[in-house]
């Protein structure tokens, strides 16, 4: 059996450090090895919708790469946002495995269900969610996509109505759908997973603890990950403007 | 962090013991908790096409079954054949997570590469290997199938040739295909994925260490899995002749 | 004109000779030629699942062999259930055209209309039919799936209400999806067709006819079958347990 | 057993007598019915793109609608060219089936082959293979096209020269490709297909038997066509110019 | 800038001249140079089916080889009903680009909006639109598929009822669809798309404006069309019959 | 005719100023009204990858910002590289058409071509315009994807050695592809594809000019752009870091 226990590294690409508290909760939960928590210091406190997620890249990039540059080894990085932003740079920039938490989370619901329906926050962030299923070839798993109409700042909140409205919206899915699972949509729902599970008696998947745990298991079985293509390191040169410290004399 | 190490079976459908020691020794390598390896008592000694993963799927189902009426708790089963025989009818059959060793290694290889070739044994089984790709969502992540013509029972040997035959056809594939990674197409070359991917600088994936990591992962989670739809248990009935000790009053 | 009438050896894969003599009914109604029957030994007596499908097929193929070491010439093979179990098994194995009954209807569905609808017997076994749309390239032909919650033995019986039963939910499905057609799900049904299609003013194909007309055509061309590539002979070896009479020297 | 013996009606969508007659040799040779071949009289005398098709469809129509409009009780159609011209029109005039040599081809090749190598005409002309391809469902199983450069006019002709061309190219495409059978891409190949698949040892598909055992498979089941949606008679209604004659009171 | 302002020449392909009319002033309102309005002489005074189409397309192509052989420099050619009939073959006749209204309609409505619902005549028409969306890569942002059921002769009228009820079947579709635009199905509702976009609130789409601005785009740019493949000029070869006077010497 | 001329505002999102003038001469060559051109002030100097895309947008969404919040009134926007980076966040924050240089040049290829090859800059950006042939629906209508090996910066200078290295590329491309037109893979190259498209003749299609003109196109029409769904302007928030500036009470 292998020893080393993995160190996660979760970076919440928005500015909430009071969801990453809540995205650290639900990781450490799960984790074999030691969880990393990091918040970015750029861009929106919450994302949702495609200028979100683009204000809110360079910010999760410049934690990614302040870990490379670091002292502490790290085994494989989970970015903590539904709409998997910056994955593809992420890869490019990480010597080790990447994962956002929609496709660790759709690849979890492949594993323990046939057909999952999404259940996320706003409506708006529907297209996004659509994309990244067509992408990771599980559009066909998907039985439905959903919106509960709650902003990602609710999830900050214990609130009990917003766990009934959650609820409710998962329910309806499941009847909309005859689905088998509900995938949740934002990392913000993770600590209501379990809880969601119990009462609807169906798998109530987050991609905060799926992630983690697909996560380990790439540490697990020692495959480095592969720096050809797309995934190489990105080209050395000068960054002009806001993130100029990031300029890549480091790949 | 999660205490229980979980157990996970692997059942060898063919019937070579050997093969299953082999594929034992790689499941224990990246095992956090134990392993059973089963290994079928019907049918072919080497899955080689569709006739023989039919005839197998019976033994292998035999297998699981006796698993889940004994006494030991498992906490995930994975099929160690390429062509995932009986993958469905195993989900309908046990109460926890089942992975193939097909499904587990595209996974994987998704996890660290973009674009993979797979390197199996005859050609013949090619068309199986290209079904799984569709079904699971990675046809557009495999760069190329590839058959370096060694049967499976080559793979019981030590023998140097063995290696470098099948070397020659993972190097072969990465020019043809110039893909980021190799996966494995046999249950068989397990033993020898490190060592080829140690020699060729890429990630060699073996379904085999994949699955067993992947299920570990799933059972850290916690989620249940479903059992409605085609992964609800079998419906009671007898059946005749060769199998009626298989009978579903288990269900 | 040809002037050789095709004898079509059907195999109904579950053990119940009940729904045999019915499959050969409707078969008899279409063939120019001579139609074997042969109901499997081994099995449960209705197929209503993957492990059903799955434990089915060794007997299934045990049939064909049988035929294929006799005296009899056959000109093409029928499976005679709706998930077409064991149809790549067969294909290695047979000298001749095989045809399941899902595929002959899908086929002939689309020769007699665009759009179809599937009307099967319990909804678990949707996920079969929906596979197999797929894999022969009629998904985007066929307007929906449904199931009209009998299970497959209720078709044995002549009882009237399990004609109105399938009736309505035709009928259902024909709203529903707006359809040009019925398929029937169930090789079981086979006697109800023409008098649904009577009734209900569309085309209501069955599999069975289907198939031996398809299967006759087949034969009027002459044309060989492939035996390349996944549809040659099994390899030669030895088959342990259960089905060791059908260890390979045939091949 | 059934009695009635299909009349097939056959039509040649270009103007050349001599490739009707071709053509009605080897419909004869698998028709279990009377065989009506008809020649189009408007058009060209070869169809070899699009603009050709074009402009053979009014005169195609114009027989099928004579046809429908005379005494003689047809069983089914066959367009007897690979481009199916004037399919989706000849199904809202017909009142019986109607097939394409291409679909036939197709569909005959997926019966007794896994993967196909088309090898028609002229190389303009695979772009319309292609599309047919798609639309049957079929593409998966086309292994590759491939282009003889020989006119449709060639054909007409007993010229050693080009049989021996068009059996060098379903020799390339069959190495080429690695697949299992070979298509014939043009209605006036259609005499010289037995031979080749005794030189080459493989199926040779020509779509014009394909078609006639398919109709007379499609009459044996005695299912009615639709006549819904798309497949509806065309609305009457007046024509003006040239095939003011094909006025629709018919319908 | 660029001061060639381009004449585009567009083409009804049934007989109205009152709905060629009607379709000029909508192409003047948005072209920057000159409108060609041609009307076939040939086929049916409206085009509702697969059989109006194909008798329309001859006269159609009659209508552009004139404008070829004529002495009126053209820009680009738009065939003005939403079925594109005979797009294909134009595209070998002509020296300068064509397209259809639907291609045209369904590129602009992907310009502006994400998910556009096609409204159109007559639900016959609707696999028609549906091949269409297929074949130019839109029918992932086609939203759903409506018809008003009105003929497309009623749109030659004036009459208030005519707009409602076209009115009606849109509101309807944006409601079923949640879609975020109107693509009109028919060239004949031209002239009422300004009207229906300013009542609505979203874009309504029109072919016919849409096409001539695209085609202008394109002769902005200067590229030449491909003659290649089957975009080639067709074969110089007799025509027999009704269209001996196209006959290709043109090419 | 309509008498307005539109003025589109093309933004490059790289640093470059001399690759912003080139690109500007490229665009008032086929502009029939004024063309504005921003170039980024943060970010690297040329976009070679996920990491580059990914830190410029920020950038050039703020070259946006500033527009739409500045008096002058713009009918159109080009996001002038060939990823189209931040493309659906340009279209929440735009009130007018939005186009990228990949869609637009893939859409024009698709007017003048049956099939294109795409020849860009590094290999390692080919994943990038892959997936985007994918979300345009184009993926059919690319005959290939070829990399010239040279970094964008080079396209800044005159140097021949560079048009002939790009010229190589083109020719192999089409041949390896047997395509018919070229579409050049980035924006750098666009002054370049006039020279290419009369020495290779064929198309040689440059998405710079192709965005202009067809964002002349959609002004021409006089269509509004959805700003539903996930077009809909981004919610006001406050942005935190590094373009707090950029802060949304806009919305």
């Given at each position: 059996m292998t020893s080393h226990t993995p160190t996660i590294c979760v970076i919440?690409?928005?500015?909430s450090t009071a969801m990453s508290e809540g995205i650290a909760t639900s990781a450490r939960r799960v984790a074999r090895g030691e969880i990393l928590i990091h918040t970015s210091?750029?861009?929106?406190?919450?994302?949702?919708g495609h200028f979100d997620e683009a204000m809110a890249v360079p910010g999760l990039l410049e934690r990614m790469i302040e870990t490379e540059r670091g002292d502490t080894r790290v085994d494989g990085y989970l970015?903590?946002?539904?709409?998997?932003?910056g994955l593809a740079a992420a890869r490019e920039v990480a010597s080790v495995p990447v994962m956002g938490v929609a496709e660790a989370g759709m690849q979890m619901a492949a594993m323990v269900a046939r057909r999952f329906s999404v259940v996320t926050t706003l409506a708006r962030t529907l297209p996004i969610a659509e994309r990244l299923l067509h992408e990771y070839g599980k559009r066909e798993q998907c039985a439905g996509l959903h919106a509960c109409?709650?902003?990602?700042?609710?999830?900050?909140?214990?609130?009990d109505s917003v766990y009934d409205t959650l609820l409710t919206a998962c329910r309806e899915a499941l009847e909309a759908d005859d689905s088998d699972a509900i995938l949740l949509g934002c990392a913000g729902m993770s600590e209501l997973a379990e809880r969601l599970g119990d009462t609807l008696g169906v798998p109530v998947i987050d991609g905060v603890t799926a992630g983690v745990a697909l996560l380990g298991a790439a540490s697990a079985t020692g495959y480095p990950v592969s720096k050809r293509?797309?995934?190489?390191?990105?080209?050395?040169k000068p960054l002009y403007g806001a993130f100029e410290h990031l300029s890549r004399s480091l790949s």
């Open positions: 919440n690409p928005n500015t210091r750029h861009g929106p406190a919450s994302l949702e970015i903590a946002c539904f709409g998997d932003p109409e709650l902003p990602v700042a609710a999830f900050e909140s214990d609130d293509g797309d995934r190489a390191a990105p080209l050395a």
